[in-house]
């Protein structure tokens, strides 16, 4: 079975804090994404990562950074932490689907992080 | 751009009924179709993926239908139990980036017992 695993379940950080949040998968896939989940507004793209050190902006990378030097992990990075970051974390993995009729992108997600900013 | 939506948003049944989830994306050029369960405060877990070659897809309890030409794709869930209680999700990969998914709000269920 796939595992994707997330550094933190709940964190709680002061308004300024540079803030790290790690993610791990263990299904050698290419894909891994950052996701923040907020009521009302429902899952949000950040970023994503297709390869080792390659990224793409999501819908709403303002504020974020990404690291990824391991095929195996995806590192999110708020620089400088905000009230309005506040909010659950997402990560995902998924095989790099090939064009074609059959598309198996299946996504598949860590536990996420509850993430306070104060 | 695809617009995916779940209705009810919130849905309240007793122990033991079969019910089904509605999930409709409006562009019906997909590739295919992810049915999500999340737990509260927890991250998603992916119950079905089904293929837009596929009309169904089955999982022990649960069996998810797919109809591109309606833009509709259904989560049957036989003999409900309290366990089941839980938001359900459906995602649907862009036709232009298959690395963009546009979620659905979800369905939040309660099985009473």
């Known amino acids: 079975d796939v595992k994707v695993t997330q550094s933190s379940r709940y964190l709680v950080k002061r308004t300024g804090e540079k803030v790290f949040l790690e993610c791990v998968q263990d299904?050698?896939?290419?894909?891994m994404f950052w996701y923040r989940q907020d009521p009302g507004l429902g899952l949000r793209l950040i970023y994503f990562?297709?390869?080792?050190?390659?990224?793409e902006k999501g819908d709403i990378p303002e504020g974020y950074s990404v690291s990824r030097e391991k095929k195996e992990r995806f590192s999110l990075i708020l620089e400088s932490a905000s009230t309005n970051q506040t909010s659950m974390y997402l990560c995902a993995s998924s095989l790099m689907p090939q064009r074609g009729q059959t598309i198996y992108n299946e996504q598949f997600f860590g536990p996420g992080t509850r993430l306070t900013v104060l | 751009k695809q617009e995916v939506t779940q209705i009810p948003a919130a849905l309240s049944v007793p122990e033991g009924e079969n019910l089904v989830l509605n999930c409709s994306f409006t562009?019906?050029?997909?590739?295919?179709l992810q049915w999500f369960r999340q737990d509260p405060g927890k991250g998603l877990t992916s119950l079905l993926l089904?293929?837009?070659?596929?009309r169904e897809q089955t999982s022990g309890r649960l069996n998810a239908s797919l109809d591109k030409s309606s833009g509709r794709s259904t989560l049957y869930i036989a003999a409900s139990q309290p366990g089941d209680s839980a938001t359900y999700l459906c995602a649907v990969p862009s036709t232009y980036n298959f690395n963009k998914f546009y979620f659905g709000s979800g369905t939040k269920l309660n099985v009473k017992p």
């Open positions: 562009d019906s050029a997909i590739y295919n």
């Open positions: 990562s297709y390869d080792v050190k390659m990224k």
């Open positions: 089904i293929q837009s070659s596929q």
């Open positions: 299904m050698d896939h290419e894909n």
